[in-house]
């Protein structure tokens, strides 16, 4: 069974900092790796995807992208009360549709 | 405006009573996708579809049809349900060669 773990969380950081939120997967095969966001009583919503190892940079945020580790990660910088909500790591497996998702870390960004 | 849409939103309903939830796309999408959402477990896909009269199970199916008769449409059938298919339900589409998926509002449904 292919999986995406994730931390549960609520991980909870100030006002400013930096929050990061880790993501492990399981298909070594993987290409194509994605994190949504998702307001509580709303549907996800793409914020990033990433192909290749390193960095890739987009407003306040960051994905990382190690495939030897088999690990992604998001950073946001400048985290804001805003940011607070439930950030789902995904990868494609298989199929160009077919998408493994994560549990799902929830992120608390208090004042 | 673009959207995906869902019907009902909300349903409660009787072990073994069919239902449909409708899923429909106004933005031209190839790909549909639906997931089921529960506490702990994520979005898990249930069944996708790469275009009209073209689907494919995801990784829980059992207990659950599609199809994909118009390129827009994409419902979600429950033949009979039972009360382990009590779920949030989203829908998805998203356009060939690119990678964001739109989901719809989602569906909560309770089987009793």
């Known amino acids: 069974q292919k999986e995406v773990e994730q931390n549960s969380g609520p991980l909870s950081v100030p006002e400013g900092a930096i929050a990061s939120l880790n993501c492990t997967y399981s298909d070594r095969g993987s290409q194509s790796f994605f994190w949504y966001r998702q307001y509580s009583g709303k549907s996800p919503e793409l914020i990033m995807f990433i192909y290749s190892n390193g960095d890739k940079e987009d407003g306040r945020f960051t994905a990382q992208l190690n495939k030897a580790s088999q690990y992604v990660s998001l950073l946001i910088r400048d985290s804001q009360p805003s940011d607070s909500a439930t950030y789902l790591c995904?990868?494609?497996?298989?199929?160009?549709?077919?998408?493994?998702f994560g549990a799902g870390t929830r992120l608390a960004v208090h004042p | 405006e673009a959207q995906v849409t869902q019907n009902p939103r909300y349903l409660i309903t009787v072990t073994g009573k069919k239902l449909t939830v409708t899923c429909s796309q106004n933005m031209n999408h190839e790909y549909m996708s639906w997931y089921r959402q529960d506490p702990g477990l994520g979005l898990r896909q249930i069944y996708y579809?790469?275009?009209?009269?073209?689907?494919d199970k995801g990784d829980v199916p059992e207990g659950y049809k599609v199809s994909r008769k118009e390129k827009r449409n994409f419902p979600l059938i429950l033949e009979s349900p039972s009360p382990n298919q009590t779920s949030l339900y989203f829908c998805?589409?998203?356009?060939?060669?690119?990678?964001?998926?739109?989901f719809g509002p989602g569906t909560r449904l309770t089987v009793l």
């Open positions: 995904a990868f494609r497996s298989g199929g160009y549709n077919k998408l493994i």
């Open positions: 579809s790469m275009n009209v009269e073209v689907t």
């Open positions: 998805a589409s998203m356009a060939s060669g690119r990678e964001e998926q739109f």
